[in-house]
């Protein structure tokens, strides 16, 4: 039933621990929005693989899901390991980080960037794993760094590797994220989410990128992840040329300090409210689940606040991909979602002006309207009727106090709509005019919701009807009227 979907949007990582039909299945049917698929990880048979089996369990549950692809970006990692995905470091002890393509173990591992030995000092802390293992350097050659273990722990393959207060520039779109991003698109993934972004020119590059590769698929949306200081520097152009933010807290709260990470996570919701973007809370939300079926009480008050502040969806990282609760968690996490939006109109921060370019300000205008209308006079819902889907990512950043139906004759929109806040996306057939579209509206929700006959419905779309124009008009409906239009 549309009035039991959640406003907010939960996205999964997709791994080991959720890669099966049974648990994907179990995820979805707990309130998984959208599937991650990290391609810092994985074949692309693998993510083939994955990738069908999502679309198959959304369609059989007559679910939409969309799949976001993340991309690597250009980052430090290390290699691989020989004994496993995971070695324990031993604090006290020396490890080495090499560029000689080893197989790695507890004493040594590679890594592709052939210019980490001259970029790094004696004394300097390396620090791995989003800062959970630190590690000092003691001496260096051509192709390895030694350094000691000041803080040991589990360390698994393919982590970055932070450098505090080095700021490395090593370009945007990498070879690897071409090739991956040309088998994304093959794929028809949903959202391409850019890795390591530190200024709009990174965004351009991939835009243009997926306009080279597939001009078919140049409207595909881009979240840019905001992981270093470079990107909070330049926080308001980056917004303005992507459709969506990623607070990627993890490396962030090692490049900036985990104490900044609040105020900074405030601030990049904010502004990305205020320019109608919708924007996602990442990284640890979680984290304790992983190993326990149930959360802290402080991860709790983090999700709730995520969604206090004006964040349009949260996401779940290790907790699903490796943990050993992956379907514990998204109950879980849909459990604090749906008593936080409770809790919303005490609590919450709603940004009402917004900075929008000039082609936008009309569907702002009608958005607004929708808005007050279904406020006013009581509605039950707003029902907008999108091709592509961007009429209803403005209503949803208006927050009407009522759900948002949006109706689409596009599958891809169908799915790629999953992830707006208060969104419920329906397919339905193509009209030729106003009556038509009112129909289809009427037939979903009496069938789909607890609204009934004589309800009120405010409707956003675009004349003529049948040349699918971007919305133009808003009306008030009542349901049952059977009146031609």
């Not at 995971?86 to 006290?92: R, Y």
């Not at 040594?108 to 300097?124: C, W």
Request: proline share 4%; aromatic share 4%; charged share 20%.
């Amino acid at each position: 039933m549309i009035e039991e979907y959640l406003k907010t949007s939960i996205i999964c990582t997709i791994g080991p621990s959720s890669d099966s039909a049974e648990t994907l299945g179990a995820m979805i049917a707990a309130g998984m929005n959208v599937a991650r698929l990290n391609f810092s990880h994985g074949t692309k048979e693998y993510h083939t693989e994955v990738i069908n089996r999502i679309r198959q369990i959304s369609t059989s549950m007559e679910l939409p899901v969309a799949i976001l692809q993340d991309l690597q970006g250009p980052r430090l990692r290390i290699g691989e390991f020989k004994s496993g995905a995971v070695v324990n470091l031993k604090s006290g002890n020396q490890f080495v980080i090499t560029t000689k393509p080893i197989p790695g173990s507890a004493d040594m591992v590679s890594t592709d960037y052939a210019e980490l030995p001259s970029l790094v000092n004696i004394g300097d802390l390396l620090l791995l794993n989003d800062g959970a293992l630190e590690l000092q350097v003691e001496s260096i050659t051509d192709t390895e760094v030694f350094a000691r273990i000041n803080v040991g722990g589990d360390l698994p393959a393919r982590k970055g590797i932070n450098i505090p207060n080095l700021s490395i520039d090593m370009g945007g779109i990498t070879s690897k994220d071409l090739e991956d991003l040309e088998f994304g698109l093959s794929q028809q993934v949903d959202y391409v989410a850019v890795s390591f972004v530190q200024n709009q020119e990174d965004i351009v590059d991939v835009r243009n990128a997926i306009s080279d590769l597939s001009p078919e698929r140049s409207h595909t949306p881009i979240i840019a992840k905001l992981e270093r200081p470079g990107a909070i520097r330049n926080l308001d152009s980056i917004i303005d040329a992507s459709d969506g933010i990623m607070v990627a807290r993890g490396d962030l709260g090692v490049e900036i300090g985990v104490e900044k990470v609040p105020s900074v996570q405030k601030n990049i919701i904010e502004v990305a409210n205020s320019r109608g973007k919708f924007v996602v809370i990442a990284t640890q939300m979680l984290e304790s689940m992983i190993r326990s079926p149930r959360p802290t009480r402080a991860e709790a008050s983090d999700v709730a606040n995520a969604i206090f502040d004006g964040a349009d969806a949260v996401m779940l990282s290790a907790e699903t991909a490796a943990g050993a609760y992956p379907i514990e968690s998204v109950k879980t996490v849909s459990d604090i979602v749906r008593e936080a939006e409770i809790q919303e109109h005490e609590w919450g921060h709603f940004v009402e002006n917004m900075s929008l370019s000039d082609s936008k300000l009309r569907a702002l205008a009608l958005s607004r309207a929708a808005r007050e209308l279904a406020e006013t006079l009581n509605a039950s819902a707003v029902a907008v009727f999108s091709r592509s889907g961007s009429t209803a990512t403005l209503v949803s950043k208006t927050r009407p106090p009522v759900p948002i139906v949006a109706f689409t004759t596009e599958n891809e929109t169908y799915n790629r709509m999953a992830l707006l806040r208060g969104v419920v996306p329906f397919v339905v057939p193509r009209a030729m005019n106003l009556e038509e579209i009112t129909r289809s509206a009427e037939q979903v929700l009496l069938k789909s919701s607890n609204i009934k006959e004589g309800d009120k419905i405010v409707i956003i779309a675009g004349l003529p009807i049948e040349d699918m124009r971007s919305a133009n008009i808003v009306l008030v409906y009542t349901l049952g009227e059977n009146v031609k239009i």
